[in-house]
């Protein structure tokens, strides 16, 4: 079992509650009863309530902030007493980066842009954002403590709207000159806001922790970036903010909680009831879509949370709880094979961020890691995410995304994963040294710098006869041009007649295939595949499945044709492997739900909607694994299932039938 500092529950709801003052009679509605019902008709274990929201109200008594104006009771006080009757944990939020009456009291406290602006007067939103080397950090600091002094049983804070902030302010300007720091230069800049950033860490913490040591904590800044650990690890546990229709998108948290799952953190992932994202009052998803993403997280390893917004009278939603209720019962009864678990994955894929250590959003996200990550997925292949000061240690294959740019540090640990017989997928400048432009380890082909053709062509070989297309197929961003050596042409190379300019266009895009094979587009080495282009962040750009085939072809090179999962599932379907050591079993999770995209306006962005759950039958699966199972079965369910074991060793188990997800236990004692 891990040892993490805070064990979450499993299904939890985050409770919005900003509201505005223009809105009268504010809790009128509250009453306990309901509140209980809903959450018991929610099948809700832990519900975060809000203390202060995004308006700068509290909703409590408080000397130290403003209670909203229209409040007439303590709300947060009646619904912890609710919580705590029925065994509901309910850990407080607090909103940190925006506090919309402080930034209208204290202005000066509000960070600026370069062009000394704090925000548009007249745009709508969460826009003017305070500084924390700002006396504003006092008085926040000061409402926690309130919190936890008034409440010193509590399930954690929750601290909201946390990231570095670029600011152009009078005092940090002053701040940064006594530092040494250069206002004018925009690293230096970086540099202030990361300094200010730790130090609101500790300050809050302190806060967090003034009444009782062992409070949790965490501070969302929607997104728990790859390498960033001096950040992150100040959180108790992760909270990992994926809203499938929110912007985030359906991969998004696959991705996030494979990194999630290499740390020594719990975690849970966090969806939302709307149908697009936080504040839609009136908005509900389909029951199939909450139930799959509620699913999803178990199969990653994660507990679960589901946002949800009060209306300002505080009455709870019934047709909300029902949609939630629907799929936490099926959490509920699934939870026993879910908690205590760890990955079982023989792919590590080496984040491109895996040296940016620094805080930042889910919107500075790698472009290449996405694209690799949705490879993997396609392909059903388990891997974890690592960062820079994760170990190799365990994992065959190491995948170096394409814009990833090697350290001293890491090219030894690459080198020492190939002389212990490990195996490598890399690309673009993935394999590059730095300091010399040249190979940092040998693929079988020596670097001849770029090739001056984009786009080009790439052309299947006898090598890729996953790839059904065999004539020129075109791929944008350029590539490094090779010259073989003692590896074997994977992948073969066209260039264009020209690149298109004003002086030379062919067509609306771009000039056909030239005649004649150009260099190596990728090459395959005794341990190492090498791709020339940016093949993974060309496949999150444009979607192009050949590319993911020659792909494909690769790791079937390098895995000997003996791939660590195989499955008949179709490509939009998800599996998943998890082990629970104490129980001496495997858990492998089936997830399958057709996606498609809907919306989509000038006002309005597409987004992708489950609207359906298709059952699936006569899905089989063959894994190898560690350790060998001695039974399978369909759980909760309880239905038994036959493994086949293979001449190889690997292990076949067929399920039926199954509608969304499937999990299924092979017991080894």
Request: with cysteine; aromatic share 10%; charged share 25%.
């Amino acid at each position: 079992m891990p040892d993490y500092p805070h064990h979450l529950r499993f299904r939890q709801v985050h409770l919005d509650f900003h509201t505005s003052e223009a809105i009268p009679g504010i809790g009128k509605r509250f009453n306990k009863r309901r509140f209980q019902a809903a959450l018991r008709v929610g099948h809700v274990d832990s519900i975060t309530l809000f203390s202060k929201c995004h308006h700068g109200w509290s909703y409590h008594p408080t000397k130290v902030g403003r209670r909203h104006p229209h409040l007439k009771i303590d709300l947060l006080s009646r619904q912890i007493d609710a919580c705590r009757e029925i065994g509901v944990r309910c850990p407080i939020y607090l909103s940190a980066g925006v506090d919309e009456w402080m930034a209208r009291e204290h202005p000066e406290w509000l960070v600026k842009s370069r062009q000394g602006l704090s925000y548009d007067p007249l745009q709508v939103g969460w826009f003017k954002r305070l500084r924390f080397d700002s006396p504003y950090l006092d008085y926040l600091c000061a409402q926690i403590e309130e919190v936890v002094q008034r409440w010193p049983d509590n399930d954690g804070i929750f601290l909201d709207i946390i990231g570095p902030q670029h600011d152009y302010s009078e005092p940090a300007l002053r701040a940064m000159k006594s530092l040494g720091l250069d206002p004018s230069k925009d690293a230096d800049v970086a540099d202030y806001a990361q300094r200010v950033l730790r130090d609101y860490y500790r300050r809050t913490n302190a806060a967090s922790r003034s009444v009782r040591s062992d409070t949790p904590i965490f501070h969302n800044g929607g997104h728990v970036p790859v390498g960033a650990r001096r950040f992150n690890l100040a959180n108790s546990h992760f909270e990992l903010e994926s809203l499938p229709t929110g912007g985030w998108g359906y991969d998004h948290f696959a991705f996030s909680a494979r990194y999630a799952a290499t740390q020594p953190r719990d975690y849970l992932g966090m969806t939302g009831k709307f149908h697009t994202t936080w504040g839609e009052f009136g908005g509900f998803k389909r029951p199939a879509a909450l139930r799959y993403e509620c699913a999803a997280m178990l199969a990653y390893g994660a507990k679960c949370s589901i946002g949800d917004q009060l209306h300002p009278d505080g009455a709870m939603n019934l047709d909300t709880y029902r949609l939630i209720g629907d799929a936490y019962a099926e959490v509920e009864a699934k939870e026993p094979w879910c908690d205590h678990v760890q990955p079982v994955a023989r792919i590590g894929l080496v984040s491109a961020e895996a040296h940016q250590t620094l805080a930042r959003g889910h919107t500075s996200t790698s472009a290449a890691d996405e694209g690799a990550a949705r490879m993997l997925l396609e392909l059903h292949l388990p891997f974890v995410v690592l960062d820079a000061e994760a170990r190799w240690t365990g994992y065959e294959l190491i995948v170096l995304p394409d814009t990833t740019a090697l350290t001293a540090a890491s090219i030894r640990k690459l080198r020492a994963h190939l002389a212990k017989g490990g195996k490598v997928l890399a690309a673009g400048s993935a394999l590059l040294d730095p300091s010399t432009g040249d190979f940092a380890v040998d693929p079988g082909a020596k670097a001849m710098g770029r090739s001056p053709f984009d786009p080009d062509y790439v052309v299947a070989t006898e090598l890729c006869p996953q790839v059904p297309v065999r004539s020129p197929i075109v791929i944008h961003g350029g590539a490094v041009a090779l010259q073989l050596t003692t590896g074997r042409e994977l992948v073969g190379r066209r260039d264009s007649y020209f690149n298109r300019t004003w002086e030379h266009f062919c067509s609306h895009q771009h000039a056909p295939d030239a005649p004649g094979a150009a260099s190596p587009a990728a090459v395959l080495g005794e341990r190492i595949a090498y791709f020339a282009h940016d093949i993974f962040t060309r496949y999150r750009a444009y979607g192009q499945p050949l590319y993911r085939d020659f792909v494909a072809a690769a790791l079937d090179h390098l895995f000997e044709q003996q791939l660590p999962v195989t499955t008949t599932l179709p490509c939009d379907g998800r599996i998943n492997v998890l082990e629970q050591r104490a129980a001496g079993r495997y858990v492998v999770h089936l997830l399958y739900a057709p996606k498609s995209v809907r919306g989509g306006t000038r006002q309005s962005a597409p987004l992708e909607v489950i609207e359906d759950l298709i059952p699936l039958r006569d899905v089989s699966f063959t894994l190898r694994l560690p350790r060998r199972a001695k039974t399978a079965r369909l759980v909760p369910a309880g239905i038994e299932l036959e493994v086949t074991a293979t001449e190889s060793g690997a292990q076949t188990v067929t399920v039926p039938e199954f509608t969304g997800h499937a999990m299924i236990e092979l017991a080894y004692r």
